[in-house]
């Protein structure tokens, strides 16, 4: 206790004590704040991570191709053909989807030509003969392609935690399109996966 005493007098006597802190001009005060506020603004908090998905590699494309039944089925009568059309037949909207891995929170296109859903429409016709049993199918075409999910910070980037795959419907559904059953017609609504 004395040594700390003695040390003690003899940096006050040299003018070395630790002086008492000086508040900054309030103006010092205030820009320092507005540059804060400047810097965060443009890049974000640091500590804020968001949910972010991004192509894993080049996504290793692939088609796919999705068969619904849009229509009822129509059998037509013994002795004359018959059509089946709009009025037998319902739209359908078919999304985006995650065909392996975990869940993916924000859907990106990855450079491909697709979108997050398509309408499949019902304005179609199909005829068939007499006795025949007929209904409208769509050939719906989608890109497969992995991706890694996981979170993003603005400051230290991307950070992967989990791989998926998402199967989105290609634009303006090229590759697919419509088609007429006959014979071998399931329920509306059905569906099956190709590739």
Known sequence: MKFFAVVSTVLTLCGLAAASPVPAPADSVNEHAQVLATLEGRQGACGVWTAATKLDGNGSPRQRYLHKQLSQVLTCDPENGCSVGESQSTSYTIGWSISTGTAV??????????????????????????????CIWQKIAHTNYKVKTGSLNQCTGFRASGRSEISSPNKNNAGGGFYCVVGTCRSQGEQYWEG
Do not use: E, K, R
Request: net charge negative; hydrophobic share 25%; aromatic share 14%.
């Open 105 to 134: 929170t924000q859907w990106i296109t990855g450079g491909f030509d697709v979108s997050m859903s398509w309408s499949t429409g019902n304005q179609y016709t199909c005829m068939g003969g007499p006795g025949d049993s007929i």
